[in-house]
């Protein structure tokens, strides 16, 4: 993107990611009457924020004149990212770290009709309001602030989660976990979902397809017959 450097977009994905922690702790601390670090690290950061700040950059922003495709694009968006992380991260620690059961319309939990809504909501604020700030305070700042910044970031946030994941499950398990047998085995499982949800959708189609041609059902019966004989 014009004008954004690769310091920069470091810079936003860890403001963004302090930003969705003190949205989400402060939420759930008054919620509780005392303090609730929401964040999976111990340090105050949700990773998964700055990936979803600069998804929504990357994909809404080029519809900036549209309003419409700016809600649509980052809902969609946001919400496979949001599936996806919150799979993974079942997958790897075998515990949900959140969960859209009091909701109604969800999809495993994992997402939900309200959090994708809300996701196209705050794409409407990152692209008109918070983007644009951001793009200021990083020319305001300078090449240098935002590189001696992105690094503590990066050298902080690398240290809590080799931590957290040691102190979780342990390396031999991540090591168990993610051997490419394991990769295979997954790979194979979802091919053949996807095989069988096409294998089902063709059947449909050829179904409805007799359906509305019964013509068509009649001389092809016409046909077995005659290769029978």
């Known amino acids: 993107m014009e004008g954004i450097y690769f310091e920069h977009w470091v ?17 759930e601390s008054l919620y509780h ?7 999976s690290l111990r340090g105050p950061y949700i990773p998964i924020y700055g990936f979803g700040g600069c998804v929504i950059i990357l994909c809404a922003n080029p519809f900036r004149n549209n309003g419409f495709f700016v809600f649509l694009s980052g809902l969609i968006c946001c919400t496979l990212l949001e599936y996806f992380t919150g799979w993974l991260m079942e997958t790897i ?21 309200l959090s994708s809504l809300c996701w196209g ?5 990152q692209v008109y309001i918070v983007f ?3 793009k200021w ?6 090449s240098t602030f935002m590189i001696i910044f992105d690094c503590i970031m990066m050298i902080s946030v690398a240290i809590d989660a080799i931590l957290t994941v040691r102190r979780t499950i342990g390396w031999h398990n991540i090591a ?13 499982h979802k091919r053949m979902q996807i095989g069988r949800i096409f294998g089902h959708f063709s059947s449909a189609l050829r179904r409805g397809k007799h359906n ?4 068509g059902e009649i001389s092809e019966n016409l046909q077995k017959e005659n290769e029978i004989k």
Request: hydrophobic share 45%; glycine share 6%; no cysteine.
């Open 212 to 215: 509305a041609d019964p013509n």
């Open 121 to 125: 909501a705050l794409s409407l604020l």
């Open 93 to 113: 620690f075998h515990k949900q770290f959140w969960d859209y059961s009091m909701m109604k319309l969800t999809y495993k939990n994992r997402i939900s009709l």
């Open 137 to 142: 305070l990083g020319l305001y700042l300078g």
């Open 132 to 134: 644009p700030f951001m």
């Open 11 to 27: 810079f936003m994905f860890f403001a963004f990611t302090i930003i969705g922690w003190i949205h989400e702790t402060t939420v």
């Open 176 to 188: 168990k976990k993610l051997s490419p047998e394991q990769i295979k085995t997954a790979i194979r």
């Open 33 to 39: 009457k005392k303090f609730v670090n929401r964040g």
